[in-house]
């Protein structure tokens, strides 16, 4: 392994590509710490680097007969460490967003889904009480509230005064009121 030490960076580059693993050996020993030392300074983290410049070269090996180094060896891998730490960083953000996500989901989807039952049970319950109210005064209220007629045209419809259309509307809404009152409290 000595021998290649008097090697230059395009000639270890040709014997890698070759699959020469002593070749290999040899730029992890001329590259490697400082390759650490720059994942180091950008990622301001120790191990985080580690992983960065064990991945370059990792690549650099996997990758070897598809090796094209068109300036230099040493340019080929910064720019390597380089595109490791921007996707460490890209990861970064798009884990970030991702758990502020989860955490905004986890903070509000609760309430949400919680808010969603108690509307649906509500909307189940005034249902029911609607379904319960006498069959002239059920009629009327739903005439009025569901399908938006006017008193005036209930009392045509039914053949009943305004005025007892009025009374079943205010009673329905008054009994409505107590059973449902119960329930929310």
Sequence with gaps: MSGYTAISDLELSLLLKSGDAAAFSEIYRRYSARLLVHASNKLQDLEEAKDV???????LW????????HSNLSGYLYAATRNKILDRFAHSKVKCAYEASLQKFLEEGDCITDQAVREHELRNLIEDEIAALPAKMRKVFEFSRKDSYSHREISALLNISEETVKKQVHNALKILKIKLTAFLF
């Design 53 to 59: 410049v064990h991945e370059v070269f990792f690549c």
């Design 62 to 69: 996997n990758k070897r007969t598809e090796l094209r180094i």
